[in-house]
């Protein structure tokens, strides 16, 4: 059984799936699916109530909800799978290097990580923007600039657990170059670690974009981006709580998804997960019927 079989046989990774592949394929379909521009102001349509032609409504100044969530997915939800990209793509080579080469390549290389890692994420973000300069492109770069270490270290790790494998030293004796080794024997069994880690990384920067354009840092004004969005109804959130209902679910139906699909991935590519998971369901049936024979058992 392949991986996505797995995935798919797990009903709810196959909804989160579902939902994720719906929520970038929208994004990128924004023009095409928008009803109206998203920075079309309307004094008219001013904190209007939902309609036919204004689904969820129109904000204070009169722009059209619905369509600026759609364009919302792109910098929340795109740019951030860029980054993402970005950065494991950087964590993974720099990974293999040094699993791979040991020495001194990984001592440097490991050093660099250390002091990476050894700032939070989140304050150094916030350091990087405030040096330069509030702004989507900025927030990304922070990302990259971030991530790219704990990536590199995880890369590293299952890397050294394969290098000395018997078939990777077989490949050497038979005259393999090193990329050729790394390439054919070693990324195929060290890259789901990476995807693990990916996907579990993929949540917490939608919440970090989210948070940061929520506090004036993220996305500028008049472009749509949910925690933006979230910022804006700030002001009203209690006469007009659907204008912040409306991001913040958003928010949580992507995020909550792709932690789900962490999950079913993690369980999905390690087998030993997997036969915890079973044996926890064994259990708890167990113990439901081993309750309803007493509840049946007892008169009272």
Not at 114 to 132: E, N, Q, R
Not at 150 to 158: G, P
Request: aromatic share 8%.
């Amino acid at each position: 059984m392949n991986l996505l079989e797995r995935l798919f046989k797990d009903k709810l990774a196959a909804a989160s799936l579902a939902v994720i592949a719906a929520t970038l394929l929208i994004g990128l379909c924004a023009p095409l699916l928008a009803p109206h521009p998203p920075n079309e102001a309307n004094m008219e349509l001013r904190f209007a109530g939902a309609s036919w032609k204004h689904w969820l409504g129109n904000d204070h100044l009169g722009r059209c909800i619905l369509s600026r969530l759609i364009y919302g997915i792109r910098p929340s939800v795109l740019w951030v799978l860029a980054a993402l990209g970005a950065s494991a793509s950087v964590g993974a080579v720099f990974g293999f290097i040094a699993g791979y080469f040991r020495g001194k390549t990984d001592a440097v290389l490991m050093r660099i990580c250390d002091i990476m890692l050894s700032f939070p994420g989140y304050v150094m973000t916030l350091a990087i923007v405030g040096m330069m300069g509030a702004g989507l492109t900025n927030i990304l770069i922070a990302f990259v600039v971030m991530k790219w270490a704990w990536f590199a270290r995880v890369i590293r790790t299952a890397v050294m657990q394969f290098a000395d494998a018997d078939y990777v030293k077989f490949a050497k004796v038979l005259g393999i170059g090193h990329f050729g080794i790394m390439a054919r024997h070693i990324a195929p069994v060290a890259l789901p670690e990476l995807a693990i880690v990916a996907s579990s990384a993929f949540g917490s920067m939608i919440l970090q974009i989210s948070g940061l354009s929520f506090l004036g840092l993220g996305i500028q004004a008049p472009h749509a981006e949910w925690g933006m969005m979230m910022n804006e109804a700030r002001a009203v959130m209690f006469t007009r709580p659907e204008l912040m209902l409306a991001p913040g679910l958003a928010i949580i139906i992507v995020v909550s998804a792709v932690n789900f699909l962490s999950d079913a991935l993690q369980k999905a590519i390690d087998p030993k997960l997997m036969i915890a998971g079973k044996r926890a369901e064994a259990s708890a049936d167990g113990n439901a019927q081993e309750l309803r024979r007493k509840e049946v058992a007892s008169p009272g």
